[in-house]
């Protein structure tokens, strides 16, 4: 039994011998090296390289669950609503002898309904509607951005708040140029889309056919001048806005004016009262350029996209046609200012509030269908952060319209003189940034 045991043993070595000679003259089949996703740190967190390539790239998100109380006036309106939005970021950065070639998406989807559809058609017929939209979609390239960006005259543009206060907030297509001098100090010129900010009408003068907006025949120009420092930043901006006119089957011609606005701001830090708080200030004043004041961003009532507080409508054209006679006019520009101020206090490093307000004032020239008005808005949010990117909170918005002149109300489907109007609005928002 031993021999035969030993036997088996040696002739099971010479077959492994042998397999292991035979298997060594087979032709080799490695398997190709797997390309493990690398983290890239040059440009912070979350970003990585894209394999194969130079590239580091970024993907996040938001997603917001939000209701909203509108106080309603009128009872064919909704007062209760809901908003759920999607958010997608995706970010590209590429190191170049030249500078960061970086391109940067911002693509959101809304479901809205209530109040969110807007304040001022009735939208019992239909209980919501989606909305997509292309937020931001730009290329930087050393000192160039081209494509859709948060335009270079806006400063403060809503950071603290969720509802609406007075101001630029603008992304828009543009073309731009950044200069650096070193020490936060940096200054931009930019060619902006002109077609975005301007109203499509003016006013009916009495003669009949109305005045309306023409073609476009130049961009926006914009300017600013920044400083960012460790104290915080400022900024001086500067616009210019094309207003044409088209007089459609009458012989009326009415020159090309020229518009501009004008904002100086100021972003403090204020880590001595707690770290992260923040103040903000700024002034804008605009001739011929409402959309610099954000008096036209309300919502989309028609084109002209009117300032409505408690179904009471006025507009902030960037100007009016002032009739001279039966069949003459003179194109009036609207002049304005909005004040703008916002305070971020860190309670607990979780809990955190902000105040907020805007002044707005909209001079017309004096026609049929323009009033002057004045608007305040003031309030306030507490936001709770469990949990880092997780935001549960609420806000509450004042809004008081002070008219002067006969004005459209919708409550009693008319025009009126009314000595004032006042809303309030509160919301519930729970948010996740990703």
């Known amino acids: 039994m031993k021999s035969f045991v030993s036997a088996f043993g040696m002739a099971t070595a010479a077959f492994a011998v042998a397999t292991s000679a035979s298997a060594a003259d087979l032709p080799s089949r490695k398997s190709a090296p797997v390309e493990y996703v690398r983290v890239c740190t040059?440009?912070?967190?979350?970003?990585?390289?894209?394999?194969?390539?130079?590239?580091?790239?970024?993907?996040?998100?938001?997603?917001?669950?939000?209701?909203?109380?509108?106080?309603?006036?009128?009872?064919?309106?909704?007062s209760s609503g809901f908003r759920a939005r999607g958010r997608l970021n995706i970010d590209a950065r590429t190191a170049t002898s030249y500078g960061t070639l970086r391109t940067f998406i911002r693509y959101d989807i809304n479901r809205d309904s209530g109040p969110y559809r807007g304040p001022y058609t009735n939208f019992q017929t239909v209980s919501a509607s989606n909305t997509t939209f292309l937020d931001k979609a730009f290329i930087q390239f050393g000192p160039i951005t081209a494509g859709r960006a948060q335009?270079?005259?806006?400063?403060?543009?809503?950071?603290?708040?969720?509802g609406l206060l007075r101001g630029p907030d603008s992304s828009t297509q543009l073309f731009a140029y950044t200069a650096t001098f070193g020490s936060g100090f940096s200054a931009t010129l930019s060619a902006e889309?002109?077609?975005?900010?301007?109203?499509?009408?003016?006013?009916?003068?009495?003669?009949?056919?109305?005045?309306?907006?023409?073609?476009?025949r130049?961009?926006?120009?914009?300017?600013?001048?920044?400083?960012?420092?460790?104290?915080?930043?400022?900024?001086?901006?500067?616009?210019?806005?094309?207003?044409?006119?088209?007089?459609?089957?009458?012989?009326?011609?009415?020159?090309?004016?020229?518009?501009?606005?004008?904002?100086?701001?100021?972003?403090?830090?204020?880590?001595?009262?707690?770290q992260g708080d923040v103040f903000w200030l700024q002034g804008v004043y605009a001739e011929g350029a409402s959309s610099y004041l954000g008096a036209g961003t309300y919502g989309s009532f028609t084109n002209n996209n009117p300032v409505q507080i408690g179904g009471v409508l006025v507009n902030a054209f960037d100007a009016v046609a002032v009739p001279n006679s039966a069949t003459t006019a003179t194109l009036k520009k609207t002049?304005?200012?909005?004040?703008?101020?916002?305070?971020?206090?860190?309670w607990t490093p979780s809990v955190r509030q902000t105040l907020f307000g805007s002044y707005l004032n909209v001079e017309n020239a004096s026609t049929?269908?323009?009033?002057?008005?004045?608007?305040?808005?003031?309030?306030?949010n507490l936001i709770w952060s469990p949990v880092s990117g997780l935001d549960i909170g609420v806000e509450v918005l004042y809004t008081k319209l002070d008219p002067k002149g006969r004005v459209a109300d919708i409550n009693r489907g008319g025009a009126f003189t009314l000595a004032s109007s006042d809303a309030v609005s509160a919301r519930l928002r729970v948010q996740r940034d990703f």
């Open 218 to 274: 130049m961009p926006d120009i914009v300017a600013n001048f920044n400083i960012t420092q460790g104290w915080g930043s400022a900024q001086l901006s500067g616009a210019v806005h094309q207003i044409t006119t088209a007089s459609g089957n009458t012989g009326i011609k009415l020159d090309t004016e020229y518009g501009f606005a004008g904002l100086a701001g100021l972003k403090l830090n204020l880590p001595m009262l707690a």
């Open 335 to 346: 002049r304005g200012y909005a004040l703008t101020a916002a305070l971020l206090h860190y």
């Open 368 to 380: 049929t269908n323009v009033t002057d008005f004045k608007e305040y808005r003031v309030g306030s």
């Open 193 to 216: 889309d002109g077609a975005e900010r301007r109203f499509n009408t003016f006013d009916n003068v009495p003669f009949g056919p109305t005045v309306s907006t023409g073609g476009n």
């Open 42 to 78: 040059a440009y912070g967190a979350g970003f990585f390289y894209i394999p194969g390539t130079d590239t580091c790239l970024r993907m996040s998100g938001r997603v917001r669950a939000e209701y909203m109380y509108d106080q309603p006036y009128s009872r064919n309106v909704d």
């Open 151 to 162: 335009s270079f005259f806006d400063f403060y543009a809503n950071d603290l708040n969720w």
